[in-house]
């Protein structure tokens, strides 16, 4: 069978997801790295291009060199699916342009830097029918889909409180002062968007809350923190859910937790009982219900879904990490192309767009005085 030709933006040599994403791609052996544009610098673009042993003629000096290039080429020849893996401003141009040509696009979260772009996306992938997943990671472990199967098979009930933590400190030692703030892209509006904290970390907490209940949160009210009056980027935010219902809950994120490293936590309870799941130990699925002793389901046993056991590849006890999360997701992206039919396997344009609703909704609601925002 004949593998997927990739092409990848951004992810370069210094990059943190890069290789994250290099590594999921070539897991299930379906795609084929064939070249793109890693870095702007071009010295550094073509030396880590060399390292990953591509040829010259398929490494571009941009996005526009990539596109005019690859079209040029023979169908069988040129790149299908593009990941898009720069920093967030960047997004929209590339998926928009990658779009408009027929490429299927693997793009980043936050999808865009405002909601009106991602409906733009939305609009132009209705109208070109290509592949589009939002690289939404932490949806690829296997017991996060264990966790949706179980909810919406009704094992805990009718969903009453639904708690989701994404609590990081990396930001504390930049935050202190205006000089080393400028070393980083996430707090500069024009590079990260109208968010840090929310777009970056957010964004996944809100993301996974709707994914695991199969349900909207349909109302939220915001109160983010900037620490300092010339900091222009929320670093830290409480969020009030609400669903249909009477069922509510809370978002909590932040980058100034203070030696928090990456405790992303999701709790959801309902009627008969809870699922509570961990990020930094994610081969474990805590399941509690009224009167009866803790259970701690794990990866690859018999007693899982086919859901949850199609995205674990080794026998139990074996830890399924965040490489083979995104491993996932790319499998999923591979059977949709091979397919040409959405098999709920990854997550997808909508997960962005929506994504992108919750951003904004989030900066309104705490711009406006902590105020209730609906999310339709
Ligand atoms: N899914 C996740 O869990 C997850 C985790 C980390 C980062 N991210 C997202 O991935 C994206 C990148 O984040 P990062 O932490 O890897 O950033 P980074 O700063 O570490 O790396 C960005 C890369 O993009 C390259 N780049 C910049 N401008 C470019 C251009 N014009 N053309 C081509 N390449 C260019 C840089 O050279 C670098 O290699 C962000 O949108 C971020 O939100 C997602």
Same mark, same amino acid.
């Given at each position: 069978m004949n593998k997927i030709r990739l092409g990848i933006l951004g992810g370069g040599g210094d990059s943190l997801i890069g290789p994250v994403h290099r590594i999921a791609a070539s897991m299930f052996d379906r795609y084929e790295l064939i070249g793109g544009v890693f870095n702007p610098i071009w010295e550094e673009n073509i030396g880590f291009a060399k390292k990953l042993g591509l040829p010259k003629s398929r490494i571009y000096k941009d996005l526009e060199d990539f596109i005019g290039n690859e079209t040029a080429l023979p169908t069988d020849q040129r790149v299908q699916v593009v990941s898009v893996l720069t920093p967030n401003f960047l997004h929209f141009p590339m998926a928009k342009r990658l779009l408009e040509e027929g490429f299927h696009v693997i793009c980043e979260k936050p999808l865009t830097t405002s909601y009106r772009e991602a409906l733009e996306l939305k609009k132009i992938r209705e109208e070109k029918q290509s592949i589009f997943a939002v /690289? %939404? /990671? %932490? +949806? #690829?472990y296997p017991m996060i889909r264990q966790m949706r199967s179980m909810i919406q098979n009704g094992d805990i009930g009718e969903i009453q409180k639904i708690d989701a933590q994404y609590y990081q400190g990396w930001i504390n030692p930049v935050i202190h002062s205006p000089e080393s703030r400028k070393s980083v892209w996430r707090l500069q509006p024009e590079k990260? #968007?109208?968010?840090?904290c929310i777009g970056d970390v957010g964004t996944h907490a809100f993301q996974m809350l709707e994914y695991v209940m199969g349900q909207k949160i349909k109302t939220i009210l915001a109160d983010l923190n900037y620490l300092y009056e010339d900091n222009f980027m929320d670093i830290d935010g409480t969020i009030l859910l609400r669903m249909s219902g009477n069922a509510k809950g809370v978002l909590r994120a932040s980058q100034? !937790? +203070? !030696?928090?490293? &990456? &405790?992303f936590t999701i709790a959801i309870y309902g009627t008969k009982g809870h699922l509570k799941w961990a990020q930094e130990n994610p081969n474990y699925l805590y399941f509690g219900l009224e009167n009866t002793p803790l259970q701690v389901l794990k990866p #690859?046993?018999? %007693? &899982? +879904?086919n859901s949850a056991n199609d995205a674990t590849k080794l026998p139990p006890g074996h830890p399924e990490g965040i490489f083979d999360a995104m491993g996932n997701i790319y499998n999923g992206v591979a059977n949709a192309i091979a *397919? *040409? !039919?959405?098999? #709920?396997s990854y997550p997808d344009l909508y997960d962005g767009v929506r994504g992108m609703q919750f951003i904004e909704a989030v900066v309104q609601s705490h711009q406006s005085g902590n105020t209730w925002i609906e999310m339709k």
């Open positions: /690289t %939404y /990671t %932490y +949806t #690829g990260s #968007g109208q968010s840090c100034i !937790a +203070t !030696a928090e490293e &990456n &405790n #690859g046993h018999e %007693y &899982n +879904t *397919k *040409k !039919a959405v098999d #709920g």
